[in-house]
Structures are given as structure tokens and as C-alpha cells.
């Protein structure tokens, strides 16, 4: 049985062999409208999320499956004090597979150990984001058809932000990427990030503060959320949250062919006017994490694919 943690439990074949059936359920989604009649996907969210939980139940629902969980901790039994080991062993009883998110690092891998069906993390604190990874390497793939040879900024929370984390350690693995990392001083990148992922990968990297630097020489431009949760106080937050805005005059600093990605949700990091430049892709990237939710689904599940 498996389950995914981290962008890398994949490696890069078996990613390539989940992109292209992404993209084939995408081109004809009908075709697997029933293949997952028979299952059920539970949803164990101990923190709020629209997205990430709606585009799984999203997924599984196109795939003919059912649904069920919890969308906070105040309304399942952690409210009472349970551990998530003996929650996932009796939502085991309920599912054939589980996503899991959590605002504590590692909880959704001490789940998988106690667990007899499919955990997905999807979101563990400050930690990893694996299914945002996966969206997003789709939505590169989709938009500039490699996920080699791209320059790629990513701008903001780069110390809290998850997406942040997972798309790096997932993109060091293909041939000429460079990063341009772009935050200010107190949200810069992780150590651990910087020493063990890019160094020791001897990818090519700069980390700087003004976004119109970087503007000219991006393939991608993923922005970022201040992650006002994970502030230890709120002046700190309120200092830093505006420190970034792509707007329409930031924009023409852009090449033609550059695409705007971002997990989602916005908050003031991209002013709206941007939304209906063709290079404002954060639209369509929440379409394609549907698409990619599927066939992770289908793939955890080793459900038999119809041809
Ligand atoms: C991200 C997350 O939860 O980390 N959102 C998402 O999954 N769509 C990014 C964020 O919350 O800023």
C-alpha cells in the first residue's frame, strides 16, 4: 500500500506516467466517470482549506466515488482529544482512502503508519504540500509543455509557505532549473531548504527583495500568501503583508510568454487587474488540481484504467 507525504515518493518516471494520465482525464474526464463507483475517499481536515478539500471531493466525485469527512478540528473527536493514529484506524473502517490536513508538521505520516488504507497529505502545517506540487507541475507541464530548462520565480512567504517548499524539492530534480527566490529578509527560505535541497542539488539559485529585478528573466512567477497563521504576532504580519503586489505595470516588465501561478487563496499579492492578463494562469491551475487529484486517486487506489 502506499501513500504520499512528500513530492518525492514519487520518482521522476512514475510523476511523468500521473501527468500524462492528469492530462488525459482532463482531454476526455467522461471516460473515468464511473471508475471509482465502488470507493470512497474520506477527508480529514483539522485546519480550513476550500480548495484543496473541495478539488479532492471534486475529483472523487468525477470518478464516480463517494465522499465523507470533516472539515475542522472543532467538528470531528480531536475536539475531545483523540489521537489522529486511532482516528485514521477507524476512518479506515469507513474509506478505502484518506486526505489528510493538518497544522502540525508530520501528523498526516504518523496517520499513514497507523493506517491499513491510502493517506495523502494535504497540507501539514508549515511542512509539505505534495498535491498543491503536483498541480502546479501539471500546470507548467500544460502551459509551457517541459518542466526542464525553466527559470521560476517564486515570490513572498517563502519561509512558511508550504507550496513553496514542495514545488522546489519536487523541480530540483529536472535539468536546468533555476530559481529566483524573492521575499523579504525575515520571510526568506528555510535553511534546510537552501543547504540540503538546492546546494546539495548544486542548482543554481539567488534569493532577492524587489520582484521588478526578477520580472525580465521569469518563465513562472509563483506568488505567494502571507501566511498571517503561522505568525508568532500580528505586527509582524501586518508589516510584512503588503510587502508584494503584481500589478498590471509589473506585468509589463514580464516576457510574453511568462505565466502567473499561485496556490490560492489571494489576498492582496495580485491586484485583480491582472486576472484577465492571458498570463494569469491561477484560474486554470485550480482546474488542473482537479485533473491531477484524480489520477492520484486512481493511482493510490491501483484501480484499473479504462482504454
Ligand atoms: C495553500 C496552502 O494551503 O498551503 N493553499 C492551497 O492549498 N490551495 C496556500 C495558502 O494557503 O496560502
Do not use: W
Request: net charge negative; charged share 30%; aromatic share 8%.
Amino acid at each position: 500500500m502506499r501513500h504520499l507525504m512528500s513530492p518525492l515518493d514519487f520518482s521522476v518516471e512514475e510523476l511523468d506516467k500521473l501527468l500524462d494520465l492528469a492530462t488525459d482525464i482532463g482531454k476526455d474526464p467522461k471516460k473515468y466517470a464511473h471508475v471509482c463507483d465502488d470507493k470512497r475517499l474520506a477527508t480529514c481536515f483539522y485546519e480550513p482549506s476550500t480548495r484543496t478539500r473541495l478539488s479532492f471531493e471534486a475529483a472523487m466525485m468525477n470518478l464516480g466515488g463517494k465522499v465523507l469527512g470533516f472539515s475542522s478540528a472543532d467538528s470531528s473527536s480531536a475536539a475531545k482529544g483523540e489521537s489522529v493514529a486511532d482516528t485514521i484506524r477507524v476512518v479506515s473502517c469507513y474509506a478505502d482512502i484518506c486526505a489528510m490536513r493538518h497544522p502540525k508538521e508530520g501528523a498526516p505520516l504518523v496517520a499513514s503508519m497507523a493506517s491499513s488504507i491510502p493517506v495523502i497529505n494535504a497540507g501539514d502545517g508549515g511542512h509539505q504540500h505534495p498535491t498543491q506540487t503536483l498541480t502546479d507541475l501539471l500546470t507548467i507541464r500544460s502551459l509551457k509543455g517541459r518542466l526542464d530548462h525553466i527559470t521560476i520565480g517564486l515570490c513572498g512567504d517563502l519561509k512558511f509557505g508550504r507550496t513553496v517548499h514542495s514545488l522546489i524539492e519536487a523541480l530540483v530534480r529536472y535539468a536546468g532549473v533555476r530559481f529566483i527566490l524573492i521575499s523579504p529578509e525575515e520571510l526568506r527560505i528555510p535553511s534546510y531548504i537552501r543547504e540540503d535541497v538546492l546546494n546539495r542539488n548544486q542548482v543554481p539559485f539567488e534569493e532577492v527583495e524587489r520582484l521588478e529585478d526578477a520580472m525580465p528573466e521569469l518563465d513562472i512567477l509563483y506568488m505567494t500568501r502571507v501566511q498571517r497563521e503561522r505568525f508568532f504576532n500580528e505586527e509582524d504580519y501586518i508589516r510584512m503583508k503588503d510587502f508584494y503586489i503584481l500589478d498590471k505595470t509589473k506585468m509589463e516588465l514580464a516576457k510574453k510568454d511568462m505565466f502567473v501561478l499561485h496556490p490560492l487563496p489571494r489576498v492582496n499579492e495580485i491586484s485583480v487587474e491582472v486576472d484577465e492578463d492571458p498570463r494569469a494562469a491561477y484560474f486554470r491551475q485550480a482546474q488542473y488540481g482537479v485533473y491531477v487529484r484524480m489520477a492520484l486517486i486512481l493511482t493510490l487506489l491501483e484501480v484499473e484504467l479504462p482504454c
